[in-house]
């Protein structure tokens, strides 16, 4: 069984580790600053899913595939008990390992995702990342200009772009396996993670921006996450901790301090 790649700040650090796992798309070193301050206080590994930066790539990736690396990524470090974040898709695979291995999770952090089965959104994105082609897209610069013909916003295109690296033939390509994630996309956006409770102390952060945590979502939050609160950053859209970092990092902060 492969492991997952990550980065690991703070290991000297005693106390319960925290594992973070990025959104679609993304990959650990989004949370770079996140992970550098966090490590100040305990140790906090910031890991690329499968498919992904530089974890490998596999034609599978259903939740329960994501729940069951980060199980052997717990059993290759000798981790017993560990605190939890998720961004995102990396958020459904938080609270898909919580309801399956309850005992395993002290605490858990959801940031702007929900349990329930979203609705495909992604169709633009996928259609420009298949639209460049590697063979006449030789800079970064060309691939922008493709991917700005079918995304308006500046912020996104840079957001991919920063998956893109230069194989050992010269050639640029993507980090993440992008034929997967378009065959795969509706088993992982458009499914709900699987029934399961986790009765431990769990927090949703959500951004002030974003539609992704509704007010009608908290009834199934509730079911399934009953000892759970709903914590709302102000001046942050669905990447709530690139947008609003100091305020983001306060309320993980507290809510990992807590007793």
């Not at 992904?52 to 599978?60: D, I, L, T």
């Not at 420009?128 to 700005?148: H, I, N, P, Y």
């Not at 509706?186 to 431990?200: L, P, Q, R, T």
Request: hydrophobic share 40%; with cysteine; charged share 25%.
């Amino acid at each position: 069984m492969e492991i997952l790649h990550s980065k690991i700040y703070g290991q000297e650090k005693t106390g319960i580790p925290l594992l973070v796992f990025h959104g679609l798309f993304g990959m650990l070193d989004n949370w770079g600053s996140f992970g550098k301050e966090m490590g100040e206080f305990f140790p906090i590994h910031l890991i690329d899913l499968r498919n992904h930066g530089k974890s490998f790539h596999s034609p599978e990736m259903s939740h329960d595939d994501l729940a069951h690396d980060i199980l052997h990524y717990m059993d290759f470090h000798g981790l017993e008990k560990i605190n939890l974040l998720g961004h995102s898709l990396g958020g459904k695979a938080v609270m898909q390992f919580a309801v399956k291995y309850p005992v395993k999770v002290n605490k858990l952090i959801v940031v702007d995702i929900s349990p329930k089965a979203y609705p495909p959104h992604h169709q633009g994105i996928l259609k420009a990342l298949q639209s460049v082609d590697f063979t006449t897209a030789t800079s970064r610069q060309k691939v922008e200009e493709v991917l700005c013909e079918y995304i308006p916003e500046k912020s996104v295109v840079l957001f991919l772009t920063k998956n893109l690296y230069w194989t050992d033939d010269k050639k640029l390509n993507w980090r993440f396996n992008l034929k997967t994630l378009a065959e795969k996309y509706e088993e992982f956006v458009s499914n709900a993670i699987k029934f399961g409770v986790f009765s431990g102390e769990t927090l949703f952060i959500s951004g002030e921006k974003s539609n992704y945590i509704l007010p009608q979502d908290e009834f199934q939050i509730k079911q399934q996450f009953p000892n759970s609160s709903v914590v709302t950053i102000k001046n942050a859209s669905h990447w709530v901790q690139a947008d609003n970092p100091t305020d983001f990092n306060e309320v993980v902060k507290d809510f990992l301090a807590e007793k």
